[in-house]
C-alpha cells in the first residue's frame, strides 16, 4: 500500500519562503509522476505542482508560476515544494498526491494516493 506522509508547513509572513516535504512508500517511487495540492477551507482542491517520474518535466498552477519550485530524491523516496515569497491567498492544506500507473504524462495524470497534508498559514 502506498503511503505519502508530508511535512514542512507553518505558519509564516507574507513573502516568506517554505519546504514542504512528502515522503513515499510502499513501492518503488521512482517511475512515478508526483503531484501538490492545496485546499482552503470553504473551497474546491486545486492543483498545484507536478513533476515526471525522472524530475526532467514539471508544471505548475499559474498562481504558483515563478514563486514555487517542485522537485524529488528518487534516492530518499522524497518529494518537495520549495515555496518563496508566500502571499495570504497560498494560505492552504497541501496534499501530495501520487498516481497508480507508472510513468504518465502531467496533463494526463490521475491521481490516486493521498497524503494526510500539511497545513501553511501565511499571515499579511
Partial sequence: QVQLVESGGGLVQAGDSLRLSCAASGRTFSGYTMGWFRQAP???REFVASINWNGGTTRYA???KGRFTISRNN???TLYLQMNSLKPEDTAGYYCAAPQAPRTL???TTYHYW???TQV????
Fill in 42 to 44: 470553504g473551497k474546491e
Fill in 62 to 64: 499559474d498562481s504558483v
Fill in 75 to 77: 534516492a530518499k523516496n
Fill in 106 to 108: 502531467l496533463h494526463l
Fill in 115 to 117: 497524503g494526510q497534508g
Fill in 121 to 124: 498559514t501565511v499571515s499579511s
